[in-house]
């Protein structure tokens, strides 16, 4: 019979894909791994993973037992969260610009309210933000870029400018704005795949048929900012984020004609959640 923990590996083995890495993990040996994955195989007489040029592929009795298993395992945490009510706490995912930007004063805000609530908060990029929230790892999440997704509830809250940032010597700080086009091939400074900003800008770039030659990829905007203000070529980034470099003139800021780069940030949570009143008066604060 399927267990928790059985469910917990399967969810792990199904989206990386990868024995060893589910057991790493969950300390466990790459043996258990395949033993309870073949339990639940001969539980419900299907197949759940193919393997095709040393690649594991998940068939559609896994899609299956994927959906299922989550909603399991959301129902099970929500009753550990019920009856452990006296020692609750919030668990948090959020993105580097989101915690460096608008996340303390909320979190602030709320233990002021309520001091006796813990409160925890893991800063990720997008893509693991994401995939913490779909197993239960965190309880909220506050990321820059929708996620299309029919599991979890995405309420916008707010929108920020992105700014396109050049070394003060560059041939763009002396002009008002440039077009959109003079980005192609232009030395690059970006944030790291994954990262929300790292979509955006990608899908952004894709649509417009520009294509900018990738130098720097860094989980730190801040590193991508001193790397502008060295010279070492252009980006783009959150403008809340480089306020301070853009008005102490270190780096400058240049218009881009007819584009207004404008994102909105959302709290997002799991659509079968059960939001306990913690939750609920923190997701109020916004």
Known sequence: MATIHSLELFISVYTTKNITET???????QPSVSRCI???EEEYHTVL????????????SADILYTHALRVLNSYNSLEQAMLTHNEKIR???TVTMSNTLLPKYIQQYSKQYPSIRIEV?????????QDLLHNAIDIAFIENMISSSEVVAIPFYQDE????VPNDHPFASQKEIPLSALNDMPFLHREQGSALR???DEYFKKNHIHVDTLWQSRSTHAIIHAVESG???TILPKNMCIKEIENHSITQVSIASHKLIRPYYLVYPKEKKLTDNLVNFIHLF
């Open 23 to 29: 057991a790493k993990q969950y300390y466990c040996s």
């Open 38 to 40: 073949k339990d639940l």
């Open 49 to 60: 993973f193919e393997r095709y040029h040393h690649k594991l592929l998940a068939t559609p």
């Open 92 to 94: 948090i995912g959020s």
């Open 122 to 130: 893991s800063v990720s990029n997008g893509e693991n933000i994401y």
């Open 162 to 165: 992105l700014a396109l940032l």
């Open 199 to 201: 979509q955006y800008l």
């Open 232 to 234: 070492l070529g252009i």
